[in-house]
């Protein structure tokens, strides 16, 4: 290459990094800028009626996971804290395997018809998102209340004598969550499924394999690209759900989303809150670091 060429080139790449870097420090400032400044409150000491004073603690972070008996100063675990967690992160997990049990036939249900048909189906799917979370979740909550229709129904046909008590439970949230985020399942499966070939399927049937074989050693096998992509999209918004809990859970079933506004709202501890929002956000990055390295492991595979 000639010293003209080169020149040439690094005129074009400083042009571009000139285009670019405007855009990039917006986006800097816009994504990472309150990050910092959450991380710089769990770093500070609790106002009295709300925000911070300006002076290094690690108040928030130790309430984390201990909290102080006000009467004789000793330290022992924050049980409502850690209770809060585990509900956060088991009911996440659980919605994740329920929409990929509900999803997975709904997405192969798809995959395998027609090319003509499979829009009017994908439409079904994505029909929710036309629909404000905020009603969904209302919606859900007059199907399973007492005197909502499930139990109307229930009642009607003599199945049941008096109404099931379904709201405020961690049933209501499951049920509200996995019909909330079903469709962020079913998309990424679908796209796996649509390219699979069916071929595979009366080559493991002439090696007489069967119906649970084909199903755990050629169908999972392909479609784990879009399980595992399903699981995140699901696991990650469930983690931090706000609306859901707070309609179908009435305040009594807090999670670690509903937590941290509490934080900011009536316990005018903004270092605290803070403090959990960076917990969220490490949890949110592990799960998305272990679907990084199951892609990568993948493609290392093909």
């Known amino acids: 290459m000639s010293a003209a060429e080169e020149a040439e080139r690094a005129r074009t790449t400083r042009n571009a990094w000139a285009l670019v870097t405007p855009a990039l420090i917006v986006l800097m400032a816009a994504a990472i800028g309150p990050l910092v400044l959450v991380l710089i409150y769990s770093f500070l000491t609790p106002g009295d009626y709300g925000n911070v004073v300006w002076s ?147 080559a493991a049937y002439d090696l007489y394999a069967s119906r649970w074989q084909v199903l755990l050693r050629v169908v999972l096998p392909i479609a784990r690209p879009g399980i595992v992509a399903g699981s995140i999209l699901v696991f990650v918004p469930c983690l931090g759900a706000y609306v859901t809990p707070r309609i179908l859970g009435g305040g009594k079933l807090m999670m670690i989303g509903n937590f941290i506004e509490l934080q900011f709202g009536q316990g005018r501890n903004w270092p605290l809150g803070a403090a959990l929002s960076i917990v969220l956000l490490v949890i949110v990055m592990a799960a998305l670091l272990i679907y990084v390295r199951a892609i990568n492991g993948e493609k290392r595979g093909v």
């Open 56 to 202: 290094f603690s690690l108040e928030g972070w130790q309430k984390v996971v201990v909290e102080r008996d006000i009467f004789d100063e000793t330290l022992h675990l924050a049980q409502a804290h850690l209770t809060i967690f585990w509900r956060s992160v088991s009911l996440s997990l659980v919605t994740t395997l329920l929409s990929f049990f509900a999803g997975f036939p709904t997405a192969w249900f798809i995959a395998t018809r027609p090319a003509s048909q499979r829009a009017f189906w994908l439409f079904l799917i994505t029909l929710p998102f036309w629909t404000n979370l905020l009603i969904r979740t209302f919606a859900i909550n007059q199907i399973i209340r007492n005197e909502g229709l499930l139990n109307t129904i229930l009642l009607k046909l003599g199945i049941i004598s008096a109404p099931l008590q379904m709201t405020y439970t961690e049933g209501a949230l499951l049920i509200g969550m996995v019909y909330v985020y079903l469709p962020l399942m079913v998309l990424p499966l679908y796209a796996a499924l649509e390219r699979f070939d069916r071929r595979l399927l009366e």
